[in-house]
């Protein structure tokens, strides 16, 4: 039987080498595909394979550090963000503090992307990084009238009690 402190040291490999998932933009179909991005080491508080699929909202200000101002376009959508000024943390809070069912942070560099990581939080939404090129197109989308819709999840979150 194995002891407790060997099953965390196993799930804690699994979790480093399950980081990447993918999110999947349904529409529209200019951009539709499977992206690879980098998931949050925070939020669902459960073991998942369950998915959030919905429409995407651009968050104002777009960097999320403070409150949103368009806080009803953002009920039970997924909350578009740009990296930078704030914590991960921070970003995700703003959003499901305006309704969001999930967060895309739109990486701020062209080079690879970083985990998500942050100090304790107790958001309880999805939250992924996806590369700046595939950020850029998503807010062309929208700013050209375009409707974006995306699933977002992960295959594997850790509860906060391990």
């Not at 376009?73 to 740009?82: F, T």
């Not at 992307?113 to 595939?134: C, D, E, N, W, Y």
Request: with cysteine; charged share 15%; net charge negative.
């Amino acid at each position: 039987m194995l002891s407790d402190n060997v099953w965390l040291a196993v799930l804690s490999l699994v979790a480093l080498l399950l980081q990447v998932g993918c999110v999947h933009i349904e529409s529209p179909y200019s951009i539709m595909g499977k992206v690879d991005y980098s998931m949050a080491q925070f939020g669902l508080p459960y073991l998942t394979v369950e998915y959030d699929v919905g429409e995407v909202v651009t968050a104002v200000p777009y960097r999320a550090c403070r409150p949103l101002w368009n806080k009803p376009e953002m009920k039970g959508k997924i909350c578009l963000v740009e990296r930078g000024d704030c914590t991960f943390t921070t970003m995700t809070e703003m959003c499901e503090e305006a309704g969001a069912m999930g967060v895309l942070v739109a990486n701020n560099e062209t080079d690879t992307m970083t985990s998500m990581m942050s100090g304790t939080s107790h958001v309880k939404l999805r939250a992924a990084m996806i590369p700046k090129h595939t950020g850029d197109a998503i807010l062309s989308e929208l700013q050209s009238g375009e409707t974006v819709v995306v699933k977002l999840g992960h295959s594997i979150a850790f509860p906060p009690y391990l």
